[in-house]
């Protein structure tokens, strides 16, 4: 718990985009050495995390160094419209999308969700069926598995709310 406590989450600026897009690299490596091919073939590049830079739903996480990146926002994913299963809510929600770690400290998907939970008590988040360890963070922080939702290339994608106080 301590050690969360150091780490500062802020909104990203234009001058961590490059240790941005390096984290994105790290993520990749990581997932392709899980045996995850499937995910984040060329995904997210560095005009991803420009767009999110300027909606302001850039977030990363440093200590004396940037050590996670995270998109978030609260609205409408258009994704999530449709969904083979059910949401528990219909409330306005926050998503969190393209979590990546430099994997130089654990609990950092903690501090992530926790940090949004504090914006907005309803959270939405998607991932790769292959990408084990997203699920199991998921499932240790508290979300629940909802069903199938699809992204813009029509892949399917693991779908879990986590509900707040």
């Known amino acids: ?11 990203a600026k234009e001058e961590d985009i490059r240790e941005i897009c390096q984290i994105y690299d790290l993520a990749r490596a990581y ?10 073939r060329n995904y997210p590049k560095e005009e991803d995390a420009r767009q999110d830079l300027i909606k302001r739903e850039l977030y990363v996480l440093e200590e004396e160094e940037i050590l ?10 258009t994704n999530y419209k449709e969904i083979e ?12 999308h393209r979590i990546a770690s430099s994997g130089k400290k654990s609990g950092i998907t903690r501090a992530c969700f926790s940090f949004c939970l504090g914006k907005i008590p309803y959270l939405r988040i998607d991932t790769h069926e292959k990408n084990r360890s997203m699920q199991e963070a998921l499932k240790r922080f508290g ?15 693991l779908a879990f709310d986590y509900i707040g106080e």
């Open 143 to 157: 979300f629940q598995y909802c069903g199938i939702v699809h992204v813009e290339d029509g892949s399917p994608r």
């Open 68 to 77: 996670a990146v995270f998109a978030f926002f609260i609205g409408e994913e």
């Open 85 to 96: 299963g059910a949401w528990r809510r219909e409330d306005s929600y926050g998503v969190i």
């Open 31 to 40: 997932m392709r050495k899980e045996g995850n091919f499937a995910q984040w």
């Open 1 to 11: 718990r301590g050690e969360l406590e150091s780490m500062n989450i802020r909104l």
